[in-house]
Structures are given as structure tokens and as C-alpha cells.
């Protein structure tokens, strides 16, 4: 066996395989782990937090799953796969996502390809698809509509288009980038009840395939940016250097395009039964207070995330 190769870059002064030939999937793994390994633990989750992507990073490599690795850790490695593992381990370590490395996340149970064009899905927002499935679900007729406003990877829309076929789901989004995505997400999916327009909120275009559509019941959803400007000083580079500042980030303290919307669907008497929106949970009171001035009549609820933060609120006509 050749030496190892150090890490194109070093953390912890720990040395990391690169391109060695026939290796064994316990000692890339092993390097791996300790190239990876962050340097601050918050959270017990966090003390093998490195030895978890690095197994992802070789599953994926190998398509197996990581109970295949633990069994065949005697395993050796082609040289390709190394190098590969190597090139994977070494984009992770300039804090690039995992999903973006992986070019996958799952989310409600479903895969979705993801790229630096789209928000990696997080699992707060499986809690919209959740209720709007409450919804849907009760009394089901054929004019349903579920519309996602700032669909991104299509996540939210895919997965209630799943759940409610043959009912329709309509995504729109300002991003064509994004609009693309969200397309090879469907047709990978294999889900066609759902239409993708290119849109910046309720804008002519948007209202004109409302009005065609013409829904008995319309679900709103929408998951847009809403991080205060302030908190880019705050997050982990593996945020604000890879995923797409303006998916990320709204003026007014975050609240920007959460209430052109509601103003929108106020102003254009836009017929909806619910709305949906994710937002930060310490903009709780102000989206509240300004929720109810533009629709004094409407009923608000708050829906917490599985941290038991504030995470959706729901205004039902």
C-alpha cells in the first residue's frame, strides 16, 4: 500500500487517504471521520458527526447503505471510488453542504435533487405539506388547489401532489433556475398532477393561471425568504456561502415578501380558504399583529416546528 496522501486541506492536523489504491472502507472511513469532525460540539449528535457524513459520502459512492459499511468494513476500495471519496470529503471541508455534495435530500420521504440553485428542503417545512394534507384531505372535490409560492426544489408541492393525485398543485416561482429543478424533481418523481410557472408572487402572470385553473378550494402555501439581512453575520458558512442569498434573506427585518403576498392577496381578492406561511420564529407577534391588519376578519393559528419553536402560521378565511 502506497503512503497516505495528506488532505488537501488540514483540520485538527489529522492526516486523510486521497488517491491510494485498494484501501478498506474502515480505515477511508476512519480519516475521513477525523478530517470531518467539527471542531465545536453543540449537541451529542455533533460527536460523530463526522464519521456520519463520512459514511453518507461513501454509501453513496458505493450505493450501498451505511449498515453495508459497518458489516464490510474489510472492504477494499477501488482507486476510482478513493479518489472520488477524496474529492467528496475535500468540497465538505470548504463547508459545503452535504446535500449539494450528495446532489440529493430527502424530504417527506421522497429524494429530491438538489443544486447551488435551490434551498436545501429542510424538515420544518415538512409541517406545511402536514396541514395542507389536513386540509385537502377533509372533504376532498376535484376543484382543490394547493399552490406553492416560492416552490424552490418543488418540495412542498411534490409532496402534496403525491398525497392528493389526482387533484392539482400549481408551484410558482421568481427563479427559472429554481423552475427547472423543481421540473427534474417531478419528472423523477413521476408526478404529473402538478403545474410549475415562472412568477414573482401574484404577479399577471400568476393571476392569469389562477384565473384559468379557477379552484373551487385554494391552498396557499409559501415558504419565501425570511431571514433578517442582520443574520448573515450569524450563520454557518455552510449557509450563507453555498445556498442562494436571495432565497435566504428579505429586507424589513425579514418580513419584506411576507407582506407584499399578504397585501397581494388582499388587494387582488385573491378567493383563498387557507394560507400557509413559514417563517422565522422570533417574528411571531410582529406577523401576527400584521396578519391581522390586512385581514381583520380571518382566523390565525400558530403551528410549532419539532423544536417546539413557532414555525407556520395559518390563516383560514
Not at 470529503?89 to 430527502?106: C, D, F, N, S
Not at 382543490?144 to 416561482?173: F, M, N, Q, Y
Not at 423543481?182 to 403545474?195: G, T
Not at 397581494?264 to 385573491?270: V, Y
Request: charged share 25%; aromatic share 6%; with cysteine.
Amino acid at each position: 500500500m502506497r503512503p497516505l496522501v495528506l488532505c488537501a486541506r488540514m483540520v485538527h492536523n489529522i492526516p486523510m487517504p486521497d488517491k491510494s489504491p485498494h484501501l478498506t472502507v474502515r480505515v477511508v472511513l476512519g480519516h475521513a471521520a477525523k478530517c470531518l469532525q467539527p471542531k465545536r460540539i453543540v449537541c451529542d449528535e455533533d460527536r460523530n458527526l463526522g464519521l456520519l457524513e463520512a459514511e453518507l459520502f461513501l454509501s453513496h459512492l458505493l450505493k450501498k447503505d451505511r449498515t453495508w459499511l459497518r458489516i464490510h468494513d474489510s472492504s477494499r476500495l477501488s482507486s476510482t471510488v478513493s479518489r472520488l471519496f477524496s474529492q467528496m470529503v475535500a468540497r465538505r471541508m470548504k463547508h459545503e453542504p452535504v446535500a449539494y455534495i450528495l446532489g440529493t435530500k430527502e424530504f417527506y420521504g421522497l429524494p429530491f435533487r438538489v443544486d447551488k440553485r435551490v434551498l436545501i428542503p429542510r424538515p420544518e417545512s415538512e409541517l406545511i405539506v402536514e396541514r395542507v394534507l389536513e386540509i385537502l384531505k377533509r372533504k376532498p372535490t376535484t376543484g382543490d388547489l394547493a399552490w406553492d409560492i416560492g416552490t424552490g426544489s418543488g418540495a412542498i408541492a411534490l409532496a402534496i401532489a403525491k398525497e392528493i393525485a389526482p387533484r392539482h398543485v400549481l408551484a410558482s416561482d421568481i427563479s427559472m433556475g429554481a423552475i427547472t429543478v423543481a421540473k427534474q424533481n417531478a419528472r423523477s418523481l413521476k408526478i404529473k398532477n402538478v403545474s410549475f410557472i415562472k412568477a414573482n408572487l401574484l404577479d399577471a402572470s400568476a393571476r392569469r393561471q389562477l384565473e384559468k385553473i379557477n379552484p373551487l378550494r385554494l391552498v396557499v402555501t409559501a415558504n419565501l425568504p425570511y431571514l433578517p439581512l442582520s443574520d448573515k453575520k450569524k450563520l454557518d458558512k455552510d449557509v450563507v456561502a453555498f445556498e442562494p442569498t436571495n432565497a435566504l434573506f428579505a429586507k424589513q427585518n425579514g418580513l419584506e415578501l411576507i407582506e407584499k403576498l399578504l397585501r397581494q392577496l388582499a388587494s387582488f381578492d385573491i378567493h383563498f380558504d387557507t394560507l400557509l406561511l413559514e417563517y422565522d420564529p422570533p417574528q411571531t407577534k410582529t406577523l401576527r399583529a400584521l396578519a391581522r391588519s390586512i385581514f381583520p376578519k380571518a382566523k390565525l393559528t400558530i403551528h410549532k416546528d419539532l423544536a417546539g419553536r413557532d414555525r407556520i402560521l395559518k390563516l383560514t378565511r
